[in-house]
Nanobody, 127 residues
């Protein structure tokens, strides 16, 4: 099982930025696609963004397009989510999750596709 640890959450004012990181355990990360999810109080967990194992495919939820950027460094075994122009509605616990696919150019933001999950990091956007 792949062990994932998120970091970088915190409290930020509207319009501000945060950079989340997802670090993997000793196993190689480059065979896994990685997705970011978030869950606000009283709401279902939703997919935010994903990146394929090769890094050549990146998908974003409509609500974060143009504001969030996902990237990966397989040598460092980390995946990052740069979040700019944050809004109060971005407040949630953010999770990273992994999945191996036959294709290195595929990723999914459907939570039922993820096989390994981190514990989450809280992001609060408030003035």
């Amino acid at each position: 099982q792949l062990h994932l640890v998120e970091s970088g959450g915190g409290l930020v004012q509207p319009g501000g930025s945060l950079r989340l990181s997802c670090a993997a355990s000793a196993r190689a990360l480059d065979v896994y696609s990685i997705a970011w999810f978030r869950q606000a109080p009283g709401k279902e967990r939703e997919g935010v963004s994903c990146i394929s194992s090769s890094g050549d495919t990146r998908n974003y939820a409509d609500s974060v397009k143009g504001r969030f950027t996902i990237s990966r460094d397989n040598a460092e075994k980390t995946v990052s989510l740069q979040m700019n122009s944050l809004k109060p509605e971005d407040t949630a616990v953010y999770y990273c999750a992994a999945r191996q696919w036959y294709s290195g150019s595929y990723c999914s933001t459907n939570r039922i596709d993820a096989t390994d999950w981190g514990q989450g990091t809280q992001v609060t956007v408030s003035s």
